[in-house]
């Protein structure tokens, strides 16, 4: 699949996928990368080191910010792929330089698939077992 560049940069990790908005600032908690949101359908999951796959951002532009505090520190994605990047989410990803990507079709993308960012490239290299 091809989408368009966000952050150019290559990722290779397990999906973490959610058809919700997810607020970085509020949503996630910055010291271990788990969705702290109530309700959530990702609620007690780690972003750490996942692709993490979701329609779009929410929320405060402290946001970006939390996102490249969890880059500093260790708790951040290791890839993000939207349906469409909203402002917060682009700003966090380049200023934390997580490979970025939208414009893509997340519907195909389950929790649990191998996939890979390669630039404005999606390649889903295994899929998990369903």
Do not use: W
């Amino acid at each position: 699949m091809k989408g368009r560049i966000i952050m150019k940069g290559n990722a290779q990790d397990i999906a973490l996928v959610t058809s919700q908005t997810i607020s970085f600032y509020g949503g996630v908690d910055p010291n271990t990368g788990i969705i702290i949101e109530k309700g959530h359908e990702l609620q007690g999951k780690s972003v750490n080191g996942k692709i993490l796959v979701f329609p779009t951002g929410k929320g405060s532009t402290v946001g970006s910010y939390t996102l490249y505090r969890m880059k500093k520190s260790g708790t951040a994605p290791s890839g993000i792929i939207n349906k469409e990047c909203g402002t917060v989410i682009a700003v966090g990803a380049i200023i934390s330089e997580i490979p970025c990507v939208d414009l893509i079709d997340i519907s195909k993308i389950q929790t649990g698939d191998l996939v890979s960012i390669e630039n404005e490239d999606v390649i889903i290299l295994n899929v998990a077992e369903r």
